[in-house]
Protein backbone atom coordinates (compact mmCIF):
# COMPACT_ATOMS: atom_id res chain seq x y z
CA UNK A 1 0.00 0.00 0.00
CA UNK A 2 1.50 3.62 -0.80
CA UNK A 3 -0.14 6.94 0.16
CA UNK A 4 0.34 10.03 -1.73
CA UNK A 5 -0.65 13.16 -0.50
CA UNK A 6 -2.05 15.41 -3.20
CA UNK A 7 -2.38 19.42 -2.54
CA UNK A 8 -5.08 20.66 -4.85
CA UNK A 9 -5.29 24.64 -4.53
CA UNK A 10 -8.10 25.09 -6.79
CA UNK A 11 -10.62 23.16 -4.81
CA UNK A 12 -11.55 25.42 -1.86
CA UNK A 13 -13.85 23.48 0.11
CA UNK A 14 -11.94 24.01 3.57
CA UNK A 15 -10.03 21.15 3.22
CA UNK A 16 -7.63 21.52 0.22
CA UNK A 17 -6.00 18.20 -0.19
CA UNK A 18 -6.27 15.15 -1.39
CA UNK A 19 -4.86 11.98 0.17
CA UNK A 20 -4.70 9.03 -2.14
CA UNK A 21 -3.79 5.70 -1.19
CA UNK A 22 -3.02 2.80 -3.64
CA UNK A 23 -3.37 -1.17 -2.78
CA UNK A 24 -2.63 -3.83 -5.03
CA UNK A 25 0.57 -2.08 -6.44
CA UNK A 26 2.17 -3.41 -9.87
CA UNK A 27 4.71 -1.29 -10.09
CA UNK A 28 6.15 2.39 -8.19
CA UNK A 29 8.59 4.13 -9.96
CA UNK A 30 10.20 7.00 -7.85
CA UNK A 31 12.23 9.23 -10.00
CA UNK A 32 12.18 13.17 -9.42
CA UNK A 33 11.86 14.97 -12.57
CA UNK A 34 14.46 17.46 -11.56
CA UNK A 35 15.83 17.53 -8.16
CA UNK A 36 16.01 21.70 -8.14
CA UNK A 37 12.00 21.45 -8.49
CA UNK A 38 10.25 22.04 -5.23
CA UNK A 39 7.70 18.68 -4.06
CA UNK A 40 4.28 20.43 -5.42
CA UNK A 41 2.65 18.11 -7.67
CA UNK A 42 0.99 20.77 -10.06
CA UNK A 43 -0.19 18.28 -13.12
CA UNK A 44 -1.57 14.69 -12.67
CA UNK A 45 -2.28 11.82 -14.75
CA UNK A 46 -5.17 9.18 -14.04
CA UNK A 47 -6.21 6.52 -15.77
CA UNK A 48 -8.42 3.74 -14.98
CA UNK A 49 -8.41 0.96 -17.61
CA UNK A 50 -8.26 -2.60 -17.63
CA UNK A 51 -8.89 -3.57 -14.24
CA UNK A 52 -6.04 -1.10 -13.41
CA UNK A 53 -5.26 2.33 -12.04
CA UNK A 54 -2.46 4.36 -13.52
CA UNK A 55 -1.14 7.70 -11.67
CA UNK A 56 1.67 9.90 -12.72
CA UNK A 57 2.64 13.34 -11.58
CA UNK A 58 2.64 14.76 -14.90
CA UNK A 59 -0.47 15.24 -16.98
CA UNK A 60 -1.40 14.62 -20.42
CA UNK A 61 0.73 11.01 -20.41
CA UNK A 62 -0.79 8.02 -22.05
CA UNK A 63 -0.98 4.10 -20.80
CA UNK A 64 1.60 3.80 -23.52
CA UNK A 65 3.75 5.93 -22.40
CA UNK A 66 3.57 5.05 -18.30
CA UNK A 67 6.28 2.30 -18.36
CA UNK A 68 9.00 4.21 -19.52
CA UNK A 69 7.72 7.80 -18.27
CA UNK A 70 11.29 9.16 -16.07
CA UNK A 71 9.17 10.58 -12.97
CA UNK A 72 6.63 9.30 -10.32
CA UNK A 73 4.38 6.74 -11.76
CA UNK A 74 2.06 3.89 -9.99
CA UNK A 75 0.55 0.95 -11.32
CA UNK A 76 -2.45 -0.28 -8.89
CA UNK A 77 -5.15 -2.38 -8.44
CA UNK A 78 -7.22 -0.29 -5.96
CA UNK A 79 -7.56 3.29 -4.76
CA UNK A 80 -9.23 5.35 -2.08
CA UNK A 81 -8.80 8.42 -1.48
CA UNK A 82 -10.38 11.24 1.04
CA UNK A 83 -10.09 14.98 2.13
CA UNK A 84 -7.64 16.05 4.47
CA UNK A 85 -7.34 19.14 6.67
CA UNK A 86 -4.03 20.40 5.46
CA UNK A 87 -3.91 22.47 9.34
CA UNK A 88 -4.05 18.78 10.71
CA UNK A 89 -2.87 16.41 8.16
CA UNK A 90 -0.27 14.43 10.87
CA UNK A 91 -3.45 13.99 13.15
CA UNK A 92 -5.87 13.04 10.86
CA UNK A 93 -3.70 10.08 9.46
CA UNK A 94 -3.98 6.63 10.75
Known sequence: MVSDIYNSKSINRGKNIVELEFSGIEYL????????YTCEILGVTLILEDGKIF???CDGISKEEFPDYRGISICASELRWRWVDGNNIETERE
Do not use: G, I, Q, R
Open 55 to 57: WCD
Open 29 to 36: KLFPYDEE
